[in-house]
């Protein structure tokens, strides 16, 4: 918006608007370029953020299994308790049912599915069966690349916490 300054007789623009159009101009023109660029920018940037959350969106399908397991708090609970006992040669399922408020078929359950995530281990000794906890490494370490993953793309993202 141009401001004309009023005087005493005829509508006269101050002597500085011819430099101050020019300015104006030249503004508007570097803007004009640079939109293009930016766009072109946000365009590139759009895309690697896409290619960045489907890639977390895969691990996070690949991690789909030891969520599972570790979201449930009696699995969690039999985790704990396999590791408070200690025993180096592993632990009975008796021993575990013991120590838990769990039926045998309920801790046999729990146990196939911490065991199907790899965070459980079985040894057999004729017909008894020895169960401890040795995470697997490949699923640990994809959880944790996931994890990390994730928190690096949030880190990225703008704070929105502000309060009014």
Same mark, same amino acid.
Do not use: W
């Given at each position: ?37 930016? !766009?072109?920018? *946000? $365009?590139? @940037? %759009? #895309?690697?953020?896409?290619?960045? &959350? ?14 599972? !397991?570790?979201? *449930? $708090?009696? @699995? %969690? #609970?039999?985790?704990?308790?396999? &590791? ?28 196939? &599915? ?51």
């Amino acid at each position: 918006m141009v401001s004309i300054f009023f005087t005493k007789g005829p509508l006269r623009r101050p002597a500085c608007y011819k430099r101050f159009k020019r300015l104006n101009e030249r503004r508007y023109n570097r803007l004009e370029n640079a939109e293009p660029q930016k !766009a072109q920018h *946000d $365009e590139q @940037r %759009q #895309h690697v953020d896409s290619l960045e &959350i489907q890639q977390l969106a895969e691990e996070f399908a690949s991690c789909r299994k030891i969520l599972l !397991a570790l979201g *449930d $708090e009696n @699995r %969690q #609970h039999l985790i704990v308790e396999t &590791i408070e006992i200690g025993k180096c040669d592993g632990v009975r399922m008796g021993e575990i049912t013991e120590r838990t408020h769990l039926s045998r078929p309920a801790v046999s359950h729990h146990l196939q &599915i911490l065991k199907g995530a790899g965070l459980v281990k079985m040894r057999r000794e004729g017909t008894k069966n020895y169960y401890y906890f040795d995470a697997d490494a490949k699923a640990m370490n994809g959880l944790l690349h996931m994890l990390m993953h994730a928190k690096r793309i949030m880190e990225d993202q703008p704070d929105r916490s502000y309060t009014k």
